[in-house]
T-cell receptor
Framework: AQTVTQSQPEMSVQEAETVTLSCTYDTSESDYYLFWYKQPPSRQMILVIRQEAYKQQNATENRFSVNFQKAAKSFSLKISDSQLGDAAMYFCAYRSLNTNAGKSTFGDGTTLTVKP | EAGVAQSPRYKIIEKRQSVAFWCNPISGHATLYWYQQILGQGPKLLIQFQNNGVVDDSQLPKDRFSAERLKGVDSTLKIQPAKLEDSAVYLC?????????????FGEGSWLTVV
């Protein structure tokens, strides 16, 4: 079974600065997807960015980018020019392309605080 | 486009009582998921439907939890009898198809407190 580990329960960043959230995962599969979700206090999970394992190029979405290291099974999220609205819980998730496709395994999250 | 709708948003019940949550996915989405999120943890999949058939219910406590998706559209999740450890947010989500690349869209969740 796949596992996802987020080793930083809490992180803080000054507004306009850059922060990196860490995620590692364990799998024996070669093809899969990785995701970062944002969960504000309202609890609605919002997709931030996703990465296909077969792509070597790191995904980017505006101020959000990832550092995907397949061999190390590492998938970190970098938030540039942090804004107050970025404050939330961030979850890393893994989804297999093979068995139970569509079932996502989530880490336990990192709470991000943005200081004005 | 309307998102995933869930109700009720909040529910407080006593242990051993029953509760039901309702979910209406995004129109046209074949795959529907129910997740349980306990405070301080990530969501855990309880059950996944493809249309009105169950794809995965391996982590559903079947002695007390049940779910159905009649007609392949909206779904209900029932807990009977509830235990204290069932206190959690129950997230419904949907995606166009089951394949791994499809984006999963989440509802705002139903908060359950069992006292």
């Amino acid at each position: 079974a796949q596992t996802v580990t987020q080793s930083q329960p809490e992180m803080s960043v000054q507004e306009a600065e850059t922060v990196t959230l860490s995620c590692t995962y364990d799998t024996s599969e070669s093809d899969y997807y990785l995701f970062w979700y944002k969960q504000p206090p309202s609890r609605q999970m919002i997709l931030v960015i996703r990465q296909e394992a077969y792509k070597q190029q790191n995904a980017t979405e505006n101020r959000f980018s990832v550092n995907f290291q397949k061999a190390a099974k590492s998938f970190s999220l970098k938030i540039s020019d942090s804004q107050l609205g970025d404050a939330a819980m961030y979850f890393c998730a893994y989804r297999s392309l093979n068995t139970n496709a569509g079932k996502s395994t989530f880490g336990d999250g990192t709470t991000l605080t943005v200081k004005p | 486009e309307a998102g995933v709708a869930q109700s009720p948003r909040y529910k407080i019940i006593e242990k051993r009582q029953s509760v039901a949550f309702w979910c209406n996915p995004i129109s046209g989405h074949a795959t529907l998921y129910w997740y349980q999120q306990i405070l301080g943890q990530g969501p855990k999949l309880l059950i996944q439907f493809q249309n009105n058939g169950v794809v995965d219910d391996s982590q559903l406590p079947k002695d007390r939890f049940s779910a159905e998706r009649l007609k392949g559209v909206d779904s209900t999740l029932k807990i009977q009898p509830a235990k204290l450890e069932d206190s959690a947010v129950y997230l419904c989500a949907s995606s166009l198809r089951t394949s791994g690349g499809n984006t999963i869209y989440f509802g705002e969740g139903s908060w359950l407190t069992v006292v």
